[in-house]
């Protein structure tokens, strides 16, 4: 039996055991979306845990939380057969936890800034690797997250409700175009001016008013239907979940529970510690808001990472370069940062719209 653990509530529990193997030593590495355990066994392996929190009194929550939980399991074993990309291979599935192998590797994140120009260079090509391929896979033309309900063994991936990092935010249902997920992300936005001071309603209103009209108007003139193909995409690939070896080869790609299929020309972006787009423009971030690469090094990691995709995928290219207002506003809609009245997105969308 796994020792014990404590969720956020204070309340005790313990994971159920892993089948013929003794457990020596276990250590918390996450209490975030899921709790995370490196765990010791007495065969000398290590293998990680991942347990889903609960939520007993809440519907909502619970639903996303399981929805959220069992969406990765299904990515990581399609992702294992079906593709190059380094995942840890799932050992085994509980009630609510499942346990997966131990990658080797450190964080790009703790090695980044030991690392050269040319180290740097070389870890951008393998990662540019790593998105065309998600980029190129066959997935349904419908707009979610990988279903749940996947047929085990199946070459093609299923789809099923948009999965996002908050319950708020998540869809019960799949979307059919990118019109509809736009509607629901407006919706989605509208419900946190209900937050505000009664000052800032109004001014946020208008201002949220103005940037869906903008985006409604960016898509009504997209008339390349390669820009609308669904593609899967990561949707938290942060320096954080991509492990590498000390000569910077990618090791691992981690934490797959937040994901979406959903239209190519969302999918192609920047690598998200290089980002100045949206709510991580430096003219308009929220003020706690930090980076962590010097500007004039961003702007040219992002200018490589334009080359090698030009290169090696011209559609990718193509997505990338004319998707950046549109991301951005989805970035925006998304952003969960203090922004009263919506201001900072206001003069971001006088700047840059």
């Known amino acids: ?65 399981t929805t959220k939980f069992q969406s990765e399991i299904q990515l990581l074993r399609w992702l294992y057969v079906n593709s190059t990309i380094p995942v840890p291979k799932v050992l085994e599935v509980g009630s609510d936890f499942f346990i997966e192998e131990k990658m080797p590797g450190s964080t790009v994140a703790l090695l980044w800034h030991s690392w050269s120009k040319n180290a740097k260079e070389n870890f951008m ?23 749940t309900n996947a047929v085990e063994g199946s070459s093609i991936l299923s789809v099923g409700p948009r999965i996002a990092p908050r319950a708020s935010c998540s869809s019960p249902n799949t979307f059919d175009d990118v019109f509809e997920l736009f509607n629901f992300l407006v919706v989605v936005k509208r419900q946190t001016v209900e937050e505000m001071k009664p000052d800032d309603q109004e001014r946020a209103k208008q201002v949220l008013s103005a940037i869906e009209s903008k985006a409604l108007s960016l898509l009504r003139g997209i ?97 990338l370069t004319e998707g950046r207002d549109l991301r951005a506003i989805v970035a925006w809609f998304s952003d969960t940062n203090e922004d009263p009245g919506f201001e900072r997105m206001a003069s971001w969308a006088k700047s840059r719209l």
Not at 11 to 19: A, G, I, M
Not at 24 to 36: E, G, P, Q, V, Y
Not at 52 to 65: G, K, L, N, Q, V
Not at 251 to 277: F, G, H, K, M, R
Request: aromatic letters at 12%.
């Open 1 to 65: 039996m796994l020792l014990p653990y404590w969720n956020r509530l204070g309340d005790v529990s313990q994971l159920e055991s892993y089948p013929s193997s003794g457990i020596i030593h276990t250590s918390c590495r996450a209490m975030d979306m899921n709790t995370t355990l490196d765990v010791t066994l007495d065969d000398g392996r290590s293998v990680i845990v991942r347990q889903r929190h609960r939520y007993a009194f809440d519907p909502i929550f619970e639903t996303w939380s």
């Open 125 to 147: 090509s393998a990662y540019v690797d790593i998105v065309l391929e998600l980029f190129r896979f066959s997935t349904p033309q419908r707009i979610g997250s990988v279903s």
């Open 223 to 319: 008339n390349d239907p390669l820009l609308l193909q669904c593609v899967l995409t990561h949707a938290d690939l942060h320096n954080y979940n991509i492990l590498v070896d000390d000569h910077g080869t990618i090791t691992a790609v981690l934490d797959w529970e937040i994901n979406y299929i959903q239209p190519a020309i969302l999918c192609a972006d920047y690598p998200a510690w290089l980002s100045d787009e949206g709510p991580n423009d430096p003219d308009f971030a929220f003020r706690n808001y930090w980076w962590d690469e010097s500007p004039t090094e961003r702007r040219r990691l992002r200018s490589q990472f334009e080359e090698m995709v030009r290169e090696r995928n011209p559609n990718f290219y193509k997505c």
